[in-house]
Protein backbone atom coordinates (compact mmCIF):
# COMPACT_ATOMS: atom_id res chain seq x y z
CA UNK A 1 0.00 0.00 0.00
CA UNK A 2 1.52 3.48 -0.73
CA UNK A 3 1.14 6.17 1.88
CA UNK A 4 1.45 9.86 0.93
CA UNK A 5 3.18 12.17 2.88
CA UNK A 6 0.47 15.03 2.12
CA UNK A 7 -2.64 16.25 -0.12
CA UNK A 8 -0.36 17.57 -2.69
CA UNK A 9 1.24 14.02 -3.13
CA UNK A 10 -1.79 12.57 -3.87
CA UNK A 11 -2.82 14.94 -6.43
CA UNK A 12 0.52 14.85 -8.22
CA UNK A 13 0.35 11.36 -8.43
CA UNK A 14 -3.66 10.99 -9.36
CA UNK A 15 -2.34 13.55 -12.10
CA UNK A 16 0.01 11.43 -12.97
CA UNK A 17 -2.17 8.08 -13.24
CA UNK A 18 -4.61 9.90 -14.75
CA UNK A 19 -2.26 11.13 -17.86
CA UNK A 20 -1.19 7.17 -18.51
CA UNK A 21 -5.09 6.77 -19.56
CA UNK A 22 -5.76 5.77 -23.11
CA UNK A 23 -8.13 6.66 -25.54
CA UNK A 24 -9.37 3.10 -25.09
CA UNK A 25 -9.36 3.40 -21.32
CA UNK A 26 -11.71 6.37 -20.95
CA UNK A 27 -14.26 4.24 -23.71
CA UNK A 28 -14.54 1.82 -21.99
CA UNK A 29 -14.80 3.06 -18.69
CA UNK A 30 -17.70 5.11 -20.35
CA UNK A 31 -19.50 1.74 -21.53
CA UNK A 32 -19.12 0.08 -17.93
CA UNK A 33 -21.07 3.55 -16.55
CA UNK A 34 -23.60 3.16 -19.76
CA UNK A 35 -24.17 -0.05 -18.75
CA UNK A 36 -24.35 0.44 -14.99
CA UNK A 37 -27.06 3.31 -15.39
CA UNK A 38 -29.45 1.27 -18.15
CA UNK A 39 -29.26 -1.85 -15.38
CA UNK A 40 -30.24 0.77 -12.65
CA UNK A 41 -33.48 1.88 -15.21
CA UNK A 42 -34.51 -1.20 -16.16
CA UNK A 43 -34.51 -2.37 -12.59
CA UNK A 44 -36.50 0.44 -11.96
CA UNK A 45 -33.39 1.35 -8.84
CA UNK A 46 -33.45 -1.63 -7.88
CA UNK A 47 -29.83 -2.34 -8.76
CA UNK A 48 -26.96 -3.45 -7.20
CA UNK A 49 -23.59 -3.52 -8.90
CA UNK A 50 -22.42 -7.75 -7.94
CA UNK A 51 -21.82 -10.85 -10.33
CA UNK A 52 -24.82 -12.00 -9.36
CA UNK A 53 -29.00 -11.44 -10.09
CA UNK A 54 -30.42 -9.15 -7.44
CA UNK A 55 -33.55 -8.43 -7.93
CA UNK A 56 -37.01 -11.11 -7.35
CA UNK A 57 -38.02 -9.22 -10.51
CA UNK A 58 -35.07 -10.24 -12.74
CA UNK A 59 -34.86 -13.80 -11.08
CA UNK A 60 -38.47 -14.42 -12.17
CA UNK A 61 -37.02 -13.68 -15.39
CA UNK A 62 -34.29 -15.61 -15.54
CA UNK A 63 -36.99 -18.48 -14.95
CA UNK A 64 -39.19 -17.66 -17.29
CA UNK A 65 -36.54 -17.20 -20.33
CA UNK A 66 -35.01 -20.94 -19.16
CA UNK A 67 -38.17 -22.41 -18.97
CA UNK A 68 -38.84 -21.11 -22.88
CA UNK A 69 -35.98 -22.75 -24.25
CA UNK A 70 -32.82 -19.63 -23.45
CA UNK A 71 -29.52 -21.04 -22.40
CA UNK A 72 -27.50 -20.43 -19.57
CA UNK A 73 -24.61 -18.67 -21.56
CA UNK A 74 -27.55 -16.62 -23.37
CA UNK A 75 -28.92 -15.41 -20.20
CA UNK A 76 -25.76 -14.63 -18.30
CA UNK A 77 -24.77 -12.12 -21.31
CA UNK A 78 -27.99 -10.48 -21.08
CA UNK A 79 -28.26 -9.77 -17.41
CA UNK A 80 -24.39 -9.31 -17.41
CA UNK A 81 -23.67 -11.57 -14.52
CA UNK A 82 -21.43 -15.07 -14.53
CA UNK A 83 -23.12 -18.29 -15.57
CA UNK A 84 -23.04 -19.65 -11.87
CA UNK A 85 -25.85 -16.68 -10.88
CA UNK A 86 -28.31 -18.02 -13.33
CA UNK A 87 -27.59 -21.58 -12.73
CA UNK A 88 -28.07 -20.56 -8.84
CA UNK A 89 -31.20 -18.98 -9.70
CA UNK A 90 -32.54 -21.43 -11.44
CA UNK A 91 -31.81 -24.11 -8.83
CA UNK A 92 -33.49 -22.24 -6.28
CA UNK A 93 -36.83 -21.38 -8.63
CA UNK A 94 -39.20 -23.26 -6.09
CA UNK A 95 -38.12 -21.00 -3.46
CA UNK A 96 -38.44 -17.92 -5.77
CA UNK A 97 -41.48 -18.89 -6.88
CA UNK A 98 -42.98 -19.18 -3.15
CA UNK A 99 -41.06 -15.84 -2.75
CA UNK A 100 -43.49 -14.39 -5.12
CA UNK A 101 -46.51 -15.38 -3.80
CA UNK A 102 -45.86 -13.95 -0.36
CA UNK A 103 -45.22 -10.45 -2.01
CA UNK A 104 -48.37 -10.60 -4.01
CA UNK A 105 -49.53 -10.87 -0.56
CA UNK A 106 -47.55 -7.66 0.41
CA UNK A 107 -48.49 -5.89 -2.75
CA UNK A 108 -52.23 -6.55 -1.29
CA UNK A 109 -51.45 -4.74 1.56
CA UNK A 110 -49.33 -2.15 -0.35
CA UNK A 111 -52.90 -1.93 -2.53
CA UNK A 112 -54.67 -1.38 1.02
CA UNK A 113 -52.75 2.08 2.21
CA UNK A 114 -52.96 3.17 -1.42
CA UNK A 115 -56.94 3.31 -0.97
CA UNK A 116 -56.48 5.51 2.06
CA UNK A 117 -56.67 2.65 4.53
CA UNK A 118 -54.13 3.16 7.68
CA UNK A 119 -51.66 0.37 8.03
CA UNK A 120 -50.60 0.55 11.97
CA UNK A 121 -48.51 -1.66 14.13
CA UNK A 122 -51.52 -4.01 14.97
CA UNK A 123 -52.15 -4.55 11.66
CA UNK A 124 -48.14 -5.32 10.56
CA UNK A 125 -47.88 -7.77 13.52
CA UNK A 126 -51.11 -9.65 12.62
CA UNK A 127 -50.06 -9.82 8.52
CA UNK A 128 -46.61 -10.83 9.69
CA UNK A 129 -48.18 -13.83 11.87
CA UNK A 130 -50.38 -14.91 8.85
CA UNK A 131 -47.17 -14.92 6.50
CA UNK A 132 -45.59 -17.09 9.24
CA UNK A 133 -48.48 -19.25 9.13
CA UNK A 134 -48.80 -19.82 5.39
CA UNK A 135 -45.15 -20.18 5.20
CA UNK A 136 -45.24 -23.98 7.03
CA UNK A 137 -42.07 -22.96 9.25
CA UNK A 138 -41.61 -25.11 12.50
CA UNK A 139 -40.09 -22.13 14.32
CA UNK A 140 -42.02 -19.98 17.00
CA UNK A 141 -43.25 -16.43 16.14
CA UNK A 142 -44.98 -14.01 18.24
CA UNK A 143 -44.20 -10.87 16.16
CA UNK A 144 -43.41 -8.84 18.99
CA UNK A 145 -43.39 -5.23 19.78
CA UNK A 146 -39.52 -5.55 19.26
CA UNK A 147 -39.77 -7.23 15.56
CA UNK A 148 -42.21 -4.32 14.75
CA UNK A 149 -39.53 -1.96 15.50
CA UNK A 150 -36.43 -3.65 14.04
CA UNK A 151 -38.59 -4.41 10.62
CA UNK A 152 -39.47 -0.82 10.55
CA UNK A 153 -36.02 0.32 10.75
CA UNK A 154 -34.67 -2.36 8.63
CA UNK A 155 -37.72 -1.57 5.78
CA UNK A 156 -37.44 2.08 6.03
CA UNK A 157 -41.07 2.56 7.21
CA UNK A 158 -42.52 5.68 9.51
CA UNK A 159 -45.43 7.03 11.11
CA UNK A 160 -47.04 9.84 9.04
CA UNK A 161 -50.55 11.98 10.05
CA UNK A 162 -53.21 11.01 7.20
CA UNK A 163 -53.99 14.77 5.24
CA UNK A 164 -56.11 16.05 2.79
CA UNK A 165 -58.80 14.15 0.67
CA UNK A 166 -56.86 13.21 -2.46
CA UNK A 167 -57.84 9.62 -2.17
CA UNK A 168 -61.82 10.67 -2.09
CA UNK A 169 -61.63 11.80 -5.35
CA UNK A 170 -63.33 9.49 -8.16
CA UNK A 171 -60.66 8.98 -11.10
CA UNK A 172 -63.69 7.46 -13.13
CA UNK A 173 -65.82 10.60 -12.73
CA UNK A 174 -62.83 13.00 -12.85
CA UNK A 175 -61.83 10.68 -16.38
CA UNK A 176 -65.28 11.10 -18.05
CA UNK A 177 -65.81 14.87 -16.60
CA UNK A 178 -62.88 15.55 -18.46
CA UNK A 179 -63.71 14.36 -22.12
CA UNK A 180 -67.20 14.81 -21.70
CA UNK A 181 -66.55 18.68 -21.16
CA UNK A 182 -63.58 19.14 -24.05
CA UNK A 183 -66.62 17.64 -26.25
CA UNK A 184 -69.28 19.53 -25.32
CA UNK A 185 -67.23 22.88 -25.01
CA UNK A 186 -65.76 21.92 -28.61
CA UNK A 187 -69.45 21.32 -30.12
CA UNK A 188 -71.19 23.91 -28.87
CA UNK A 189 -68.37 26.61 -30.14
CA UNK A 190 -67.62 28.04 -26.63
CA UNK A 191 -64.62 30.22 -26.64
CA UNK A 192 -61.94 30.24 -23.40
CA UNK A 193 -62.98 33.82 -23.07
CA UNK A 194 -66.52 32.85 -22.46
CA UNK A 195 -65.83 29.86 -19.91
CA UNK A 196 -65.79 31.38 -16.24
CA UNK A 197 -65.16 29.12 -13.31
CA UNK A 198 -65.71 30.34 -9.58
CA UNK A 199 -65.28 29.35 -5.69
CA UNK A 200 -65.54 30.52 -2.39
CA UNK A 201 -62.35 30.28 0.13
CA UNK A 202 -62.50 31.62 3.56
CA UNK A 203 -59.65 34.33 4.76
CA UNK A 204 -58.92 34.25 8.14
CA UNK A 205 -57.34 38.11 8.24
CA UNK A 206 -56.51 37.28 12.29
CA UNK A 207 -54.41 34.83 12.14
CA UNK A 208 -50.77 35.06 12.63
CA UNK A 209 -48.15 32.60 12.17
CA UNK A 210 -47.34 29.59 13.98
CA UNK A 211 -43.42 29.93 13.95
CA UNK A 212 -41.08 32.66 14.97
CA UNK A 213 -37.33 33.08 15.62
CA UNK A 214 -36.17 32.82 19.44
CA UNK A 215 -33.12 33.46 20.48
CA UNK A 216 -30.38 30.73 21.69
CA UNK A 217 -31.17 30.88 25.49
CA UNK A 218 -35.48 30.37 24.57
CA UNK A 219 -36.86 26.94 25.16
CA UNK A 220 -40.09 27.90 23.74
CA UNK A 221 -42.66 30.44 22.22
CA UNK A 222 -45.72 30.97 24.59
CA UNK A 223 -48.21 32.31 22.08
CA UNK A 224 -52.18 33.48 22.34
CA UNK A 225 -55.47 31.15 21.06
CA UNK A 226 -55.46 31.55 17.37
CA UNK A 227 -58.16 34.31 16.22
CA UNK A 228 -61.21 32.91 13.99
CA UNK A 229 -62.32 35.70 13.04
CA UNK A 230 -62.89 35.56 9.07
CA UNK A 231 -64.57 36.74 5.90
CA UNK A 232 -65.88 34.65 2.78
CA UNK A 233 -64.20 35.46 -0.51
CA UNK A 234 -65.74 34.70 -3.47
CA UNK A 235 -63.31 34.94 -6.78
CA UNK A 236 -63.68 34.42 -10.41
CA UNK A 237 -62.47 34.66 -13.74
CA UNK A 238 -62.53 33.12 -17.35
CA UNK A 239 -60.24 30.23 -18.82
CA UNK A 240 -58.07 32.42 -20.41
CA UNK A 241 -57.58 35.02 -17.98
CA UNK A 242 -58.11 37.51 -19.81
CA UNK A 243 -60.42 39.20 -17.04
CA UNK A 244 -61.54 38.47 -13.34
CA UNK A 245 -64.84 39.12 -11.62
CA UNK A 246 -64.84 41.53 -9.21
CA UNK A 247 -63.88 39.52 -5.86
CA UNK A 248 -66.83 39.49 -3.36
CA UNK A 249 -66.34 39.76 0.38
CA UNK A 250 -68.75 38.14 2.55
CA UNK A 251 -68.62 39.19 6.27
CA UNK A 252 -70.96 39.52 9.56
CA UNK A 253 -71.68 43.47 9.58
CA UNK A 254 -73.73 45.03 7.54
CA UNK A 255 -71.91 48.50 7.52
CA UNK A 256 -68.49 47.83 7.71
CA UNK A 257 -66.88 51.01 9.86
CA UNK A 258 -63.46 50.04 7.61
CA UNK A 259 -65.16 50.29 4.06
CA UNK A 260 -66.74 53.95 5.21
CA UNK A 261 -65.84 56.32 2.80
CA UNK A 262 -64.01 53.82 0.90
CA UNK A 263 -63.79 53.67 -2.89
CA UNK A 264 -62.88 50.29 -3.85
CA UNK A 265 -64.00 47.51 -6.53
CA UNK A 266 -64.15 44.64 -4.07
CA UNK A 267 -68.15 44.04 -3.27
CA UNK A 268 -68.81 44.01 -0.19
CA UNK A 269 -71.96 41.97 1.15
CA UNK A 270 -73.19 40.51 4.28
CA UNK A 271 -74.61 37.24 6.07
CA UNK A 272 -75.00 36.73 10.31
CA UNK A 273 -71.80 33.99 10.01
CA UNK A 274 -70.02 35.45 7.19
CA UNK A 275 -70.26 32.04 4.68
CA UNK A 276 -71.45 31.72 1.30
CA UNK A 277 -75.54 30.87 1.48
CA UNK A 278 -77.66 30.69 -1.03
CA UNK A 279 -79.33 34.50 -1.14
CA UNK A 280 -75.96 36.06 -1.10
CA UNK A 281 -74.94 33.55 -4.15
CA UNK A 282 -78.18 34.22 -6.65
CA UNK A 283 -77.54 37.95 -5.37
CA UNK A 284 -73.92 38.04 -6.67
CA UNK A 285 -74.76 36.12 -10.07
CA UNK A 286 -77.46 38.21 -10.83
CA UNK A 287 -75.63 41.60 -9.93
CA UNK A 288 -71.95 41.24 -10.26
CA UNK A 289 -70.64 37.75 -12.30
CA UNK A 290 -73.75 38.53 -15.04
CA UNK A 291 -73.07 42.27 -15.25
CA UNK A 292 -69.48 42.26 -15.67
CA UNK A 293 -69.33 39.86 -17.81
CA UNK A 294 -71.53 41.51 -20.04
CA UNK A 295 -69.65 44.84 -19.63
CA UNK A 296 -66.40 42.79 -21.24
CA UNK A 297 -68.40 41.20 -24.14
CA UNK A 298 -71.86 42.93 -24.88
CA UNK A 299 -72.24 40.46 -27.99
CA UNK A 300 -76.55 39.27 -27.47
CA UNK A 301 -75.22 36.43 -29.44
CA UNK A 302 -72.68 35.65 -27.35
CA UNK A 303 -73.16 32.08 -24.52
CA UNK A 304 -71.12 31.54 -21.52
CA UNK A 305 -70.73 29.10 -19.22
CA UNK A 306 -70.00 28.95 -15.25
CA UNK A 307 -68.51 25.81 -14.22
CA UNK A 308 -68.65 25.21 -10.19
CA UNK A 309 -68.49 22.69 -7.52
CA UNK A 310 -71.71 21.77 -5.60
CA UNK A 311 -71.65 23.15 -2.53
CA UNK A 312 -74.58 22.97 -0.42
CA UNK A 313 -74.96 26.59 -0.44
CA UNK A 314 -75.49 26.94 -4.47
CA UNK A 315 -78.42 26.78 -5.84
CA UNK A 316 -79.49 23.87 -8.50
CA UNK A 317 -78.02 24.91 -12.13
CA UNK A 318 -81.84 24.70 -13.08
CA UNK A 319 -82.82 27.66 -11.69
CA UNK A 320 -80.11 29.65 -11.82
CA UNK A 321 -80.40 28.54 -15.79
CA UNK A 322 -83.29 30.40 -15.96
CA UNK A 323 -82.12 33.88 -14.60
CA UNK A 324 -80.24 34.62 -17.92
CA UNK A 325 -80.59 32.59 -21.50
CA UNK A 326 -77.15 33.87 -22.18
CA UNK A 327 -75.65 32.04 -19.15
CA UNK A 328 -75.21 28.30 -18.36
CA UNK A 329 -74.06 27.14 -15.17
CA UNK A 330 -72.72 23.24 -14.77
CA UNK A 331 -71.64 21.82 -11.45
CA UNK A 332 -68.60 19.64 -11.61
CA UNK A 333 -70.08 16.25 -9.62
CA UNK A 334 -72.77 16.62 -12.53
CA UNK A 335 -71.74 17.97 -15.13
CA UNK A 336 -70.35 14.64 -17.11
CA UNK A 337 -74.15 14.05 -17.56
CA UNK A 338 -75.22 17.59 -18.21
CA UNK A 339 -72.43 17.20 -21.30
CA UNK A 340 -73.62 14.29 -22.72
CA UNK A 341 -76.92 16.25 -23.34
Known sequence: MTRFESVEAVKVKATEVLNQLTEADLQHCFQQWKSRIERCRDRQGEYIEGEKVTSVIEKLQVIEYFKNGMKNKDLSEKYKVHHSAISKSIHNKDKILQHKETMKKYGANKTKRALGEPVTGPVLQAKAKQFHASLNVDSSFSASNGWLARFKKRHGIRCLNIKGEKLSANEDDARAFREGSKAFLE???????????????????????????????????????????????????????????????????????????????????????????????????????????????????????????????????????????????????????????
Open 187 to 341: NHGYKLDNICNGDETSLFWKHVPTKTFVCRKETEAPGRKASKDRVTIQACSNASGTYKIPLTVIGKSEHPRCLKNVSTSIVYRAQKKSWMDRNVFIDWYKNVFIPSVKKRNPDPEAKFILILDNAPAHPSSTELNEIDPQFSVVYLLSASAQFQK
